[in-house]
Protein backbone atom coordinates (compact mmCIF):
# COMPACT_ATOMS: atom_id res chain seq x y z
CA UNK A 1 0.00 0.00 0.00
CA UNK A 2 2.77 2.17 1.03
CA UNK A 3 4.67 1.50 -2.37
CA UNK A 4 0.82 2.85 -4.21
CA UNK A 5 1.28 5.93 -2.11
CA UNK A 6 4.83 6.43 -3.43
CA UNK A 7 4.25 5.88 -6.51
CA UNK A 8 1.29 8.42 -7.22
CA UNK A 9 2.75 11.18 -5.55
CA UNK A 10 5.60 10.61 -7.81
CA UNK A 11 3.43 10.75 -10.49
CA UNK A 12 1.71 13.72 -9.27
CA UNK A 13 5.01 15.76 -8.85
CA UNK A 14 6.20 14.48 -11.89
CA UNK A 15 3.55 15.01 -14.56
CA UNK A 16 2.90 18.58 -13.05
CA UNK A 17 6.42 19.43 -14.11
CA UNK A 18 6.17 22.62 -16.42
CA UNK A 19 8.21 22.64 -19.65
CA UNK A 20 7.76 23.02 -23.07
CA UNK A 21 5.51 20.79 -25.53
CA UNK A 22 6.89 19.54 -28.67
CA UNK A 23 5.18 21.76 -31.09
CA UNK A 24 2.87 19.61 -33.58
CA UNK A 25 3.54 20.93 -37.08
CA UNK A 26 0.76 20.84 -39.44
CA UNK A 27 -2.12 20.54 -36.63
CA UNK A 28 -1.39 23.31 -34.33
CA UNK A 29 -2.16 26.90 -34.18
CA UNK A 30 -0.54 29.91 -34.22
CA UNK A 31 -1.65 31.76 -30.62
CA UNK A 32 -1.71 34.73 -32.52
CA UNK A 33 -2.52 35.21 -36.03
CA UNK A 34 -3.98 31.87 -36.30
CA UNK A 35 -1.88 30.30 -39.21
CA UNK A 36 -1.27 26.77 -38.78
CA UNK A 37 2.03 26.21 -37.83
CA UNK A 38 4.38 24.55 -40.46
CA UNK A 39 7.72 26.57 -40.66
CA UNK A 40 10.59 24.34 -38.73
CA UNK A 41 12.96 27.08 -39.25
CA UNK A 42 10.93 29.87 -38.09
CA UNK A 43 8.23 28.17 -35.02
CA UNK A 44 8.26 29.69 -31.66
CA UNK A 45 6.57 28.51 -28.53
CA UNK A 46 6.05 30.07 -25.66
CA UNK A 47 4.93 28.11 -21.92
CA UNK A 48 3.56 30.11 -19.46
CA UNK A 49 4.23 29.62 -15.54
CA UNK A 50 0.80 27.72 -15.28
CA UNK A 51 2.39 25.26 -17.85
CA UNK A 52 0.25 25.60 -20.54
CA UNK A 53 2.30 25.85 -23.97
CA UNK A 54 1.47 28.26 -26.68
CA UNK A 55 3.10 27.36 -29.98
CA UNK A 56 3.74 30.65 -32.72
CA UNK A 57 4.22 29.89 -36.57
CA UNK A 58 6.69 32.68 -36.66
CA UNK A 59 9.49 34.38 -34.45
CA UNK A 60 7.87 37.11 -34.78
CA UNK A 61 4.12 36.29 -33.53
CA UNK A 62 5.67 34.98 -30.72
CA UNK A 63 6.97 39.15 -30.08
CA UNK A 64 4.57 41.00 -31.27
CA UNK A 65 1.90 38.76 -28.49
CA UNK A 66 4.41 39.00 -26.00
CA UNK A 67 4.20 43.50 -26.59
CA UNK A 68 0.45 43.16 -26.87
CA UNK A 69 -0.24 41.34 -23.55
CA UNK A 70 3.20 42.30 -21.51
CA UNK A 71 3.53 39.55 -19.74
CA UNK A 72 6.95 38.44 -20.47
CA UNK A 73 7.57 37.71 -16.71
CA UNK A 74 4.41 35.17 -16.73
CA UNK A 75 6.77 32.86 -18.27
CA UNK A 76 8.49 29.65 -17.87
CA UNK A 77 10.30 29.29 -20.77
CA UNK A 78 10.33 31.71 -24.44
CA UNK A 79 11.73 29.03 -27.11
CA UNK A 80 12.16 30.30 -30.96
CA UNK A 81 13.47 27.97 -33.52
CA UNK A 82 16.71 27.39 -34.69
CA UNK A 83 17.17 28.55 -38.28
CA UNK A 84 20.47 26.40 -38.79
CA UNK A 85 18.78 23.47 -36.97
CA UNK A 86 15.49 22.69 -38.44
CA UNK A 87 12.59 21.41 -35.54
CA UNK A 88 15.10 22.72 -32.79
CA UNK A 89 13.68 24.95 -29.93
CA UNK A 90 16.26 27.37 -28.39
CA UNK A 91 15.72 29.80 -25.67
CA UNK A 92 14.97 33.12 -27.22
CA UNK A 93 16.42 35.35 -24.35
CA UNK A 94 19.83 33.65 -25.50
CA UNK A 95 19.27 33.75 -29.17
CA UNK A 96 20.73 35.49 -31.85
CA UNK A 97 18.28 37.60 -34.49
CA UNK A 98 18.81 38.32 -38.15
CA UNK A 99 16.73 40.27 -40.14
CA UNK A 100 17.51 39.38 -43.65
CA UNK A 101 15.57 40.38 -46.99
CA UNK A 102 16.51 37.50 -48.23
CA UNK A 103 15.10 34.86 -45.76
CA UNK A 104 11.57 35.33 -45.76
CA UNK A 105 9.86 34.89 -42.11
CA UNK A 106 5.81 33.36 -42.05
CA UNK A 107 4.88 36.67 -41.48
CA UNK A 108 6.84 39.12 -43.26
CA UNK A 109 9.39 40.31 -40.95
CA UNK A 110 12.01 38.43 -42.49
CA UNK A 111 13.26 37.49 -39.18
CA UNK A 112 15.00 34.39 -38.25
CA UNK A 113 16.77 33.45 -34.86
CA UNK A 114 20.34 31.21 -34.47
CA UNK A 115 21.65 29.34 -31.39
CA UNK A 116 24.91 30.65 -31.60
CA UNK A 117 26.62 33.86 -32.96
CA UNK A 118 28.99 32.04 -35.20
CA UNK A 119 26.16 30.33 -37.11
CA UNK A 120 24.39 33.91 -37.36
CA UNK A 121 27.58 35.89 -38.50
CA UNK A 122 27.69 33.01 -41.25
CA UNK A 123 24.50 32.95 -42.80
CA UNK A 124 24.48 36.93 -42.20
CA UNK A 125 28.00 36.89 -44.72
CA UNK A 126 25.73 34.51 -46.91
CA UNK A 127 22.73 36.56 -47.04
CA UNK A 128 22.98 39.78 -45.99
CA UNK A 129 21.30 42.00 -43.18
CA UNK A 130 21.45 42.65 -39.25
CA UNK A 131 22.21 41.12 -36.38
CA UNK A 132 19.98 41.38 -33.00
CA UNK A 133 19.79 40.27 -29.40
CA UNK A 134 16.64 39.36 -27.87
CA UNK A 135 16.00 43.11 -26.27
CA UNK A 136 17.23 44.54 -29.64
CA UNK A 137 14.80 42.64 -31.86
CA UNK A 138 12.07 43.42 -29.33
CA UNK A 139 12.52 47.14 -29.59
CA UNK A 140 13.05 46.53 -33.66
CA UNK A 141 9.48 45.12 -34.07
CA UNK A 142 8.06 47.47 -31.94
CA UNK A 143 9.01 50.25 -34.07
CA UNK B 1 7.19 57.68 -101.88
CA UNK B 2 4.39 55.13 -100.78
CA UNK B 3 5.59 51.94 -102.90
CA UNK B 4 9.12 52.77 -101.24
CA UNK B 5 7.35 52.60 -97.62
CA UNK B 6 5.40 49.70 -98.76
CA UNK B 7 8.72 48.12 -100.10
CA UNK B 8 10.47 48.88 -96.54
CA UNK B 9 7.83 47.80 -93.69
CA UNK B 10 7.72 44.17 -96.13
CA UNK B 11 11.20 43.87 -96.09
CA UNK B 12 11.47 44.51 -92.16
CA UNK B 13 9.68 42.04 -91.12
CA UNK B 14 11.42 39.84 -93.85
CA UNK B 15 14.71 40.54 -92.30
CA UNK B 16 13.48 40.74 -88.68
CA UNK B 17 12.00 37.25 -88.88
CA UNK B 18 13.19 35.20 -85.56
CA UNK B 19 13.85 31.62 -86.07
CA UNK B 20 13.00 28.38 -84.42
CA UNK B 21 15.68 26.57 -82.60
CA UNK B 22 14.83 23.07 -81.91
CA UNK B 23 16.03 20.61 -79.09
CA UNK B 24 15.19 16.96 -78.39
CA UNK B 25 17.79 13.57 -77.77
CA UNK B 26 18.52 12.87 -81.14
CA UNK B 27 19.25 16.61 -82.21
CA UNK B 28 22.42 18.66 -82.64
CA UNK B 29 21.37 20.80 -79.46
CA UNK B 30 20.52 17.60 -77.00
CA UNK B 31 19.38 19.83 -73.63
CA UNK B 32 17.43 22.95 -73.41
CA UNK B 33 20.31 24.68 -71.39
CA UNK B 34 21.63 24.42 -74.46
CA UNK B 35 18.74 25.66 -76.92
CA UNK B 36 18.42 28.19 -74.44
CA UNK B 37 21.74 29.56 -74.77
CA UNK B 38 21.94 29.86 -78.25
CA UNK B 39 18.69 32.06 -78.44
CA UNK B 40 17.98 35.33 -79.34
CA UNK B 41 15.29 37.86 -78.53
CA UNK B 42 12.28 36.54 -79.98
CA UNK B 43 13.59 33.47 -80.54
CA UNK B 44 11.42 29.93 -79.92
CA UNK B 45 12.99 27.17 -78.40
CA UNK B 46 10.93 23.97 -79.56
CA UNK B 47 11.40 21.00 -77.13
CA UNK B 48 10.20 17.25 -78.67
CA UNK B 49 9.50 14.78 -76.68
CA UNK B 50 12.02 12.90 -74.15
CA UNK B 51 13.05 13.26 -70.87
CA UNK B 52 15.92 15.80 -70.42
CA UNK B 53 17.66 15.43 -66.81
CA UNK B 54 18.65 19.03 -66.09
CA UNK B 55 17.91 21.75 -63.71
CA UNK B 56 19.41 25.31 -62.69
CA UNK B 57 18.28 26.64 -66.99
CA UNK B 58 19.01 30.25 -66.31
CA UNK B 59 16.89 32.94 -68.70
CA UNK B 60 17.55 36.33 -69.25
CA UNK B 61 16.34 36.77 -72.64
CA UNK B 62 12.71 37.76 -74.48
CA UNK B 63 12.28 34.21 -76.14
CA UNK B 64 9.23 31.30 -75.92
CA UNK B 65 10.10 27.99 -74.56
CA UNK B 66 7.73 25.43 -76.03
CA UNK B 67 7.27 22.04 -75.28
CA UNK B 68 6.15 19.25 -78.08
CA UNK B 69 3.75 16.49 -76.52
CA UNK B 70 5.39 17.33 -72.87
CA UNK B 71 8.90 16.47 -72.81
CA UNK B 72 9.55 15.79 -69.11
CA UNK B 73 12.14 17.75 -67.13
CA UNK B 74 13.36 15.86 -64.83
CA UNK B 75 15.07 17.59 -61.64
CA UNK B 76 16.83 14.71 -60.23
CA UNK B 77 15.94 15.86 -56.81
CA UNK B 78 18.67 18.33 -57.09
CA UNK B 79 18.09 21.05 -54.79
CA UNK B 80 18.08 24.02 -57.43
CA UNK B 81 15.42 24.98 -59.45
CA UNK B 82 14.48 23.99 -63.26
CA UNK B 83 14.04 27.21 -64.62
CA UNK B 84 15.80 30.57 -62.71
CA UNK B 85 14.25 33.38 -64.61
CA UNK B 86 15.09 37.13 -64.97
CA UNK B 87 13.56 38.43 -68.06
CA UNK B 88 11.08 40.32 -69.72
CA UNK B 89 8.59 38.99 -72.47
CA UNK B 90 8.85 35.67 -72.50
CA UNK B 91 7.07 32.21 -72.03
CA UNK B 92 7.10 28.67 -70.84
CA UNK B 93 4.02 26.47 -71.94
CA UNK B 94 4.13 22.56 -72.53
CA UNK B 95 6.28 21.14 -70.16
CA UNK B 96 6.59 18.07 -67.29
CA UNK B 97 8.39 18.90 -64.42
CA UNK B 98 9.28 16.80 -62.26
CA UNK B 99 11.21 15.59 -58.88
CA UNK B 100 12.33 19.31 -57.73
CA UNK B 101 14.07 18.90 -54.68
CA UNK B 102 13.01 19.71 -51.06
CA UNK B 103 14.99 22.46 -48.69
CA UNK B 104 14.06 23.39 -45.00
CA UNK B 105 15.88 26.92 -45.82
CA UNK B 106 15.99 27.37 -49.55
CA UNK B 107 13.08 27.87 -52.24
CA UNK B 108 13.21 25.66 -54.84
CA UNK B 109 10.95 26.01 -57.83
CA UNK B 110 9.91 23.99 -60.95
CA UNK B 111 9.61 27.65 -62.11
CA UNK B 112 11.36 30.18 -60.27
CA UNK B 113 10.60 33.53 -61.18
CA UNK B 114 12.36 36.89 -60.18
CA UNK B 115 12.49 40.99 -61.13
CA UNK B 116 10.92 39.67 -64.25
CA UNK B 117 7.60 41.37 -66.30
CA UNK B 118 5.96 40.40 -69.08
CA UNK B 119 5.57 36.68 -69.30
CA UNK B 120 2.99 33.70 -69.91
CA UNK B 121 3.70 30.18 -67.90
CA UNK B 122 0.88 27.85 -69.29
CA UNK B 123 0.13 23.99 -69.79
CA UNK B 124 2.56 22.80 -68.04
CA UNK B 125 2.37 19.84 -65.85
CA UNK B 126 4.21 19.91 -62.42
CA UNK B 127 4.56 16.73 -60.65
CA UNK B 128 6.08 16.25 -57.06
CA UNK B 129 7.75 19.25 -57.32
CA UNK B 130 9.18 21.17 -53.88
CA UNK B 131 7.04 24.51 -55.16
CA UNK B 132 5.69 24.74 -58.62
CA UNK B 133 6.00 28.45 -58.89
CA UNK B 134 7.96 30.83 -57.19
CA UNK B 135 7.21 34.39 -58.65
CA UNK B 136 9.31 37.15 -56.69
CA UNK B 137 8.98 41.00 -57.26
CA UNK B 138 7.53 40.64 -61.09
CA UNK B 139 4.36 42.46 -62.86
CA UNK B 140 2.04 41.38 -65.60
CA UNK B 141 2.56 37.95 -65.37
CA UNK B 142 0.25 35.25 -66.29
CA UNK B 143 -0.01 31.71 -64.71
CA UNK B 144 -2.69 29.65 -67.18
CA UNK B 145 -3.97 26.48 -66.83
CA UNK B 146 -1.24 24.41 -65.25
CA UNK B 147 -1.49 20.98 -63.59
CA UNK B 148 0.16 20.79 -60.27
CA UNK B 149 0.28 17.89 -57.98
CA UNK B 150 1.73 16.90 -54.92
CA UNK B 151 2.13 14.29 -52.76
CA UNK B 152 2.24 16.55 -49.49
CA UNK B 153 2.58 14.18 -46.50
CA UNK B 154 3.11 16.54 -43.54
CA UNK B 155 2.74 20.88 -43.98
CA UNK B 156 6.54 20.88 -43.01
CA UNK B 157 8.52 18.74 -45.73
CA UNK B 158 6.05 20.16 -48.82
CA UNK B 159 5.97 23.87 -50.95
CA UNK B 160 3.48 25.43 -52.64
CA UNK B 161 1.87 25.24 -55.69
CA UNK B 162 1.58 28.76 -57.06
CA UNK B 163 3.53 30.98 -54.41
CA UNK B 164 3.48 34.89 -55.32
CA UNK B 165 6.16 37.08 -53.64
CA UNK B 166 6.35 41.25 -53.91
CA UNK B 167 4.28 41.45 -57.22
CA UNK B 168 1.70 43.18 -59.10
CA UNK B 169 -1.18 42.37 -62.21
CA UNK B 170 -0.56 38.78 -61.36
CA UNK B 171 -3.46 36.41 -63.42
CA UNK B 172 -3.88 33.11 -61.71
CA UNK B 173 -5.88 31.58 -63.81
CA UNK B 174 -7.46 27.69 -65.00
CA UNK B 175 -4.94 26.19 -62.44
CA UNK B 176 -5.43 22.93 -60.79
CA UNK B 177 -3.52 22.31 -57.70
CA UNK B 178 -3.82 19.31 -55.51
CA UNK B 179 -1.28 17.75 -53.16
CA UNK B 180 0.91 20.67 -52.25
CA UNK B 181 0.94 22.42 -48.56
CA UNK B 182 -0.76 25.85 -50.18
CA UNK B 183 -2.24 25.85 -53.07
CA UNK B 184 -2.14 29.75 -54.07
CA UNK B 185 -0.20 31.53 -51.87
CA UNK B 186 0.25 35.09 -51.93
CA UNK B 187 2.25 37.63 -50.40
CA UNK B 188 2.74 41.42 -50.59
CA UNK B 189 0.66 40.97 -54.41
CA UNK B 190 -1.39 44.04 -55.49
CA UNK B 191 -3.87 44.33 -58.40
CA UNK B 192 -3.99 40.46 -59.29
CA UNK B 193 -6.88 38.15 -60.55
CA UNK B 194 -7.14 34.60 -59.06
CA UNK B 195 -10.02 33.01 -61.09
CA UNK B 196 -11.27 29.35 -62.29
CA UNK B 197 -8.91 27.75 -60.26
CA UNK B 198 -9.45 24.00 -58.30
CA UNK B 199 -7.24 23.71 -55.19
CA UNK B 200 -8.28 20.78 -53.47
CA UNK B 201 -6.20 17.84 -50.95
CA UNK B 202 -3.45 20.78 -50.25
CA UNK B 203 -2.23 19.95 -46.43
CA UNK B 204 -2.75 23.17 -45.43
CA UNK B 205 -4.88 26.08 -47.23
CA UNK B 206 -6.59 25.88 -51.07
CA UNK B 207 -5.69 29.71 -51.35
CA UNK B 208 -3.67 31.74 -48.66
CA UNK B 209 -3.32 35.70 -49.18
CA UNK B 210 -1.14 37.40 -46.55
CA UNK B 211 -1.01 41.84 -46.98
CA UNK B 212 -1.85 41.83 -50.32
CA UNK B 213 -4.43 44.77 -50.95
CA UNK B 214 -6.62 45.17 -54.05
CA UNK B 215 -7.20 41.89 -55.43
CA UNK B 216 -9.82 39.68 -56.66
CA UNK B 217 -11.08 35.89 -56.55
CA UNK B 218 -13.41 33.88 -58.72
CA UNK B 219 -15.07 31.19 -59.84
CA UNK B 220 -12.50 28.97 -57.86
CA UNK B 221 -12.85 26.16 -56.22
CA UNK B 222 -11.73 24.84 -52.75
CA UNK B 223 -12.46 21.51 -52.02
CA UNK B 224 -11.28 19.24 -48.61
CA UNK B 225 -8.03 21.27 -47.70
CA UNK B 226 -6.52 20.42 -44.62
CA UNK B 227 -7.63 24.17 -43.10
CA UNK B 228 -9.70 25.69 -46.04
CA UNK B 229 -9.09 29.11 -47.49
CA UNK B 230 -7.22 32.01 -45.28
CA UNK B 231 -7.17 35.78 -46.19
CA UNK B 232 -5.42 37.91 -43.58
CA UNK B 233 -3.69 41.25 -43.35
CA UNK B 234 -5.62 42.60 -46.81
CA UNK B 235 -7.51 45.32 -47.53
CA UNK B 236 -10.28 45.97 -50.93
CA UNK B 237 -10.32 42.21 -51.78
CA UNK B 238 -13.14 41.00 -53.66
CA UNK B 239 -14.28 37.58 -53.57
CA UNK B 240 -17.48 36.18 -55.32
CA UNK B 241 -18.77 33.11 -57.27
CA UNK B 242 -16.34 30.75 -54.91
CA UNK B 243 -17.30 27.64 -53.61
CA UNK B 244 -15.75 25.96 -50.72
CA UNK B 245 -16.46 22.86 -49.44
CA UNK B 246 -15.71 19.79 -47.60
CA UNK B 247 -13.60 21.09 -45.26
CA UNK B 248 -13.96 18.90 -42.09
CA UNK B 249 -11.48 19.05 -38.81
CA UNK B 250 -10.78 20.40 -35.54
CA UNK B 251 -8.82 22.80 -37.32
CA UNK B 252 -10.41 23.82 -40.36
CA UNK B 253 -12.69 26.54 -41.98
CA UNK B 254 -14.31 27.05 -45.32
CA UNK B 255 -12.72 30.78 -45.29
CA UNK B 256 -10.52 32.18 -42.40
CA UNK B 257 -10.92 35.74 -42.43
CA UNK B 258 -8.17 37.60 -40.21
CA UNK B 259 -8.02 41.29 -40.06
CA UNK B 260 -9.38 42.06 -42.90
CA UNK B 261 -11.12 45.39 -44.00
CA UNK B 262 -13.54 46.90 -46.67
CA UNK B 263 -13.86 43.72 -48.40
CA UNK B 264 -17.03 42.28 -50.94
CA UNK B 265 -18.21 38.76 -50.57
CA UNK B 266 -21.09 38.28 -52.89
CA UNK B 267 -22.35 35.15 -54.16
CA UNK B 268 -19.97 32.35 -52.48
CA UNK B 269 -21.63 28.48 -51.41
CA UNK B 270 -20.27 27.62 -48.24
CA UNK B 271 -20.72 23.52 -47.81
CA UNK B 272 -20.28 21.32 -45.25
CA UNK B 273 -17.19 23.26 -43.87
CA UNK B 274 -16.88 22.91 -39.68
CA UNK B 275 -16.52 26.38 -39.78
CA UNK B 276 -17.76 28.43 -42.87
CA UNK B 277 -16.55 31.41 -42.02
CA UNK B 278 -14.22 31.97 -39.44
CA UNK B 279 -14.37 36.02 -38.92
CA UNK B 280 -11.77 38.21 -36.58
CA UNK B 281 -10.43 41.49 -36.65
CA UNK B 282 -13.00 42.64 -39.68
CA UNK B 283 -14.65 45.74 -40.58
CA UNK B 284 -16.53 47.41 -43.57
CA UNK B 285 -17.32 43.75 -45.04
CA UNK B 286 -20.38 43.14 -47.03
CA UNK B 287 -21.25 39.71 -47.32
CA UNK B 288 -24.42 39.19 -49.57
CA UNK B 289 -26.28 36.97 -51.59
CA UNK B 290 -24.00 33.93 -50.14
CA UNK B 291 -24.90 30.20 -49.49
CA UNK B 292 -24.31 28.25 -46.30
CA UNK B 293 -25.50 24.75 -46.07
CA UNK B 294 -25.28 22.03 -43.94
CA UNK B 295 -21.95 23.59 -42.18
CA UNK B 296 -21.01 23.27 -38.29
CA UNK B 297 -20.85 26.83 -37.70
CA UNK B 298 -21.94 29.12 -40.78
CA UNK B 299 -20.44 32.13 -39.42
CA UNK B 300 -18.09 32.24 -36.67
CA UNK B 301 -17.08 35.23 -34.71
CA UNK B 302 -14.06 35.38 -33.03
CA UNK B 303 -12.56 39.49 -32.49
CA UNK B 304 -13.73 42.80 -32.51
CA UNK B 305 -15.63 43.07 -35.25
CA UNK B 306 -17.27 46.88 -36.92
CA UNK B 307 -19.63 47.88 -39.52
CA UNK B 308 -20.16 44.85 -41.27
CA UNK B 309 -23.19 43.86 -43.21
CA UNK B 310 -24.49 40.43 -43.85
CA UNK B 311 -28.00 40.56 -46.45
CA UNK B 312 -29.93 38.20 -48.93
CA UNK B 313 -27.27 35.40 -47.51
CA UNK B 314 -29.05 31.79 -47.18
CA UNK B 315 -28.76 30.17 -44.39
CA UNK B 316 -29.55 26.33 -44.90
CA UNK B 317 -29.27 23.26 -42.54
CA UNK B 318 -25.93 24.67 -40.35
CA UNK B 319 -25.90 23.12 -36.95
CA UNK B 320 -25.24 26.81 -35.88
CA UNK B 321 -25.81 29.52 -37.95
CA UNK B 322 -23.58 32.27 -35.29
CA UNK B 323 -21.40 32.15 -33.13
CA UNK B 324 -20.72 35.15 -31.33
CA UNK B 325 -18.57 36.13 -28.25
CA UNK B 326 -18.81 40.08 -28.03
CA UNK B 327 -21.74 42.55 -28.17
CA UNK B 328 -23.45 43.36 -31.86
CA UNK B 329 -21.36 46.31 -32.15
CA UNK B 330 -22.47 47.89 -35.85
CA UNK B 331 -22.92 44.56 -37.89
CA UNK B 332 -25.81 44.30 -39.03
CA UNK B 333 -28.26 41.29 -39.97
CA UNK B 334 -30.94 42.07 -42.45
CA UNK B 335 -33.09 39.83 -44.75
CA UNK B 336 -31.45 36.65 -44.61
CA UNK B 337 -33.15 33.18 -44.96
CA UNK B 338 -33.12 31.04 -42.29
CA UNK B 339 -34.13 27.02 -42.51
CA UNK B 340 -34.65 27.50 -38.93
CA UNK B 341 -36.62 30.35 -38.57
CA UNK B 342 -40.16 29.16 -37.59
CA UNK B 343 -42.06 32.34 -37.20
CA UNK B 344 -44.90 33.75 -39.26
CA UNK B 345 -45.76 36.14 -42.56
CA UNK B 346 -49.39 36.99 -42.38
CA UNK B 347 -49.75 39.53 -44.85
CA UNK B 348 -47.68 37.53 -47.14
CA UNK B 349 -44.97 40.12 -48.50
CA UNK B 350 -42.28 37.75 -48.10
CA UNK B 351 -40.73 38.84 -44.59
CA UNK B 352 -41.13 37.03 -41.31
CA UNK B 353 -43.13 39.09 -38.82
CA UNK B 354 -41.30 37.97 -35.85
CA UNK B 355 -37.65 38.83 -35.98
CA UNK B 356 -35.26 35.96 -35.89
CA UNK B 357 -32.05 35.42 -33.30
CA UNK B 358 -29.95 33.39 -35.02
CA UNK B 359 -27.18 33.04 -32.18
CA UNK B 360 -28.99 30.16 -29.84
CA UNK B 361 -27.61 29.91 -26.09
CA UNK B 362 -26.07 26.56 -26.77
CA UNK B 363 -23.37 27.74 -29.02
CA UNK B 364 -22.37 30.07 -26.08
CA UNK B 365 -22.30 27.39 -23.78
CA UNK B 366 -20.00 25.40 -26.69
CA UNK B 367 -17.81 28.78 -26.80
CA UNK B 368 -17.09 28.10 -23.21
CA UNK B 369 -16.62 24.79 -23.22
CA UNK B 370 -16.09 22.74 -26.33
CA UNK B 371 -16.59 19.73 -24.82
CA UNK B 372 -20.37 20.03 -24.22
CA UNK B 373 -20.87 19.33 -28.17
CA UNK B 374 -21.70 16.03 -27.24
CA UNK B 375 -24.89 17.67 -26.30
CA UNK B 376 -25.99 18.85 -29.57
CA UNK B 377 -29.70 17.90 -30.38
CA UNK B 378 -30.70 16.56 -26.70
CA UNK B 379 -33.82 17.22 -25.14
CA UNK B 380 -31.92 19.74 -22.37
CA UNK B 381 -30.13 21.70 -25.04
CA UNK B 382 -33.34 22.52 -26.91
CA UNK B 383 -34.88 23.35 -23.66
CA UNK B 384 -32.12 26.18 -22.45
CA UNK B 385 -32.41 27.32 -26.60
CA UNK B 386 -35.89 27.69 -26.61
CA UNK B 387 -36.28 29.50 -22.74
CA UNK B 388 -33.17 31.94 -23.95
CA UNK B 389 -35.59 32.53 -27.47
CA UNK B 390 -38.32 33.22 -25.42
CA UNK B 391 -36.30 35.66 -22.69
CA UNK B 392 -33.06 36.70 -24.06
CA UNK B 393 -30.37 36.91 -20.74
CA UNK B 394 -26.96 35.69 -22.89
CA UNK B 395 -27.37 36.62 -26.23
CA UNK B 396 -26.73 40.44 -27.13
CA UNK B 397 -30.50 41.29 -27.07
CA UNK B 398 -30.22 43.38 -30.49
CA UNK B 399 -28.61 40.54 -32.62
CA UNK B 400 -31.39 39.76 -34.92
CA UNK B 401 -32.54 39.53 -38.15
CA UNK B 402 -35.18 41.76 -38.16
CA UNK B 403 -36.37 41.18 -41.29
CA UNK B 404 -36.04 37.39 -42.30
CA UNK B 405 -37.11 36.01 -45.69
CA UNK B 406 -39.94 33.10 -45.75
CA UNK B 407 -38.24 31.43 -49.02
CA UNK B 408 -34.19 31.38 -50.29
CA UNK B 409 -32.85 33.82 -52.68
CA UNK B 410 -31.62 32.39 -55.60
CA UNK B 411 -31.37 28.90 -54.30
CA UNK B 412 -29.11 26.25 -55.72
CA UNK B 413 -30.31 22.47 -56.86
Given at each position: ??????????????????????????????????????????????????????????????????????????????????????????????????????????????????????????????????????????????? | ???????????????????????????????????????????????????????????????????????????????????????????????????????????????????????????????????????????????????????????????????????????????????????????????????????????????????????????????KNGAGVAVMFSKHIKMHNNTFHFNWGTASYGLLLKEINDADIFDNIFEQ?????????????????????????????????????????????????????????????????????????????????????????????????????????????????????????????????????????????
Amino acid sequence: MKYIYLISIFTLIFSCKVGPQPINYGKDHCHLCDMTVVDKTHAAEYVTKKGRSYPFDAVECLIWKLAKDNNENQMAYILVADYANPGNLIDAQKATYLISENIKSPMGANLSAFSSKEQALKVKKEQGGKLYNWTAIKAQLSK
Amino acid sequence: MKNFLFFFFISLTFFAQTKTITVCPSCTIKTIKKGVLSANDGDTVLVKKGVYKEHLIQLSKSIAIVGENYPIIDALGNKESIFAIKADNFSISGFKFINVGMSFTKEIAGIFVTNSKNFVLENNIFQDDFYAFIIQSSKYGVIKDNKITGHAVNETSSGNGVHVWKSSHIRIEGNTISGMRDGIYLEFVQKSHIFNNTSKNNVRYGLHFMFSHHNEYYQNEFKKNGAGVAVMFSKHIKMHNNTFHFNWGTASYGLLLKEINDADIFDNIFEQNTIGINIDGCNRIHYKNNHFIRNGWALKFTGGCYSNVFEFNNFMHNAFDLSYNSRLNNNKFEANYWSEYTGYDLNKDGIGDVPFRPVKLFSYVVNQTPETLVLLRSLFVDIINFSEKVSPVFTPDNLKDNTPLMNPVNPIE
